[in-house]
């Protein structure tokens, strides 16, 4: 079956601008988590979603960065007032459950590049 | 103190020897454990999960897990020159679900 999806693969916009990242996770996870990865870093949790709601958005760096998964299934995450410091590969990642141990899967990642 | 440690490398070990990679963690609450393998440019991709203390072995591939020394490693036997990658190892807390990554290894397999 298909995997996680994300689009766009590549982003680039300027400082100040607005962005939004989309995430297609596997068909039936109920839960999605974003992370954020820097060059030389491991991958930083940004977000959980259990279903439509927030469980846990404590890796939010600021009130810039915003996510939504209204239906449950496809999330947005949305970047306001971009700044430079914002640039790097956007991972989005689903599993099951989102239960201790529940396996999760990552999708290709968006790059975004901040002018 | 990083909440989950490895050593960044890189670790070079000649082609058929074993790779051993480790990471610590700070939690103790920690009770599951994956190691990821990363090529350059790619997503992670889950290689092993533990859970239990002791050994768990996947073909080439074991992890040990001890709770009381809060330490993870993963062993990579007759390694490869497909298996040079990034290894991240992740910690997840029943108390918050996060998964917390660590910086990652590079592996090199040498030819």
């Known amino acids: 079956g298909a995997g996680v999806s994300q689009t766009p693969s590549n982003k680039v916009t300027e400082k100040g601008k607005y962005v939004e990242l989309r995430c297609d996770p596997i068909?039936?996870?109920?839960?999605l988590y974003w992370y954020r990865q820097s060059l030389g870093q491991g991958p930083e949790f940004l977000i959980y979603f259990q279903g439509t709601g927030a469980a846990d958005d404590s890796g939010l760096p600021n009130d810039r960065f915003f996510a939504v998964r209204p239906e449950g299934s496809v999330s947005t995450l949305k970047i306001q007032r971009t700044e430079r410091g914002d640039s790097a590969v956007y991972l989005c990642?689903?599993?099951?459950?989102?239960?201790?141990?529940?396996?999760?899967?990552f999708g290709p990642g968006t790059r975004l590049t901040v002018l | 103190q990083k909440e989950v440690e490895q050593n960044s490398g890189p670790l070079s070990v000649p082609e058929g020897a074993i790779a051993s990679l480790n990471c610590t963690y700070s939690?103790?609450?920690?009770?599951?454990f994956f190691w990821y393998r990363q090529y350059s440019g790619k997503s992670p991709e889950l290689i092993m999960s533990?859970?239990?203390?002791g050994d768990k072995e996947d073909g080439r591939f074991t992890a040990q897990l001890n709770k009381a020394s809060q330490y993870v490693s993963l062993l990579i036997r007759d390694s490869q020159p497909s298996d040079s990658a990034t290894y991240l190892c992740a910690v997840n807390s029943e108390r918050t679900y996060k998964y917390i990554f660590g910086t990652g290894t590079r592996l090199k397999v040498l030819a």
């Open positions: 068909s039936g996870h109920t839960a």
């Open positions: 533990i859970y239990s203390n």
């Open positions: 939690d103790r609450g920690s009770q599951s």
């Open positions: 990642a689903s599993s099951l459950w989102g239960t201790t141990g529940d396996t999760q899967y």
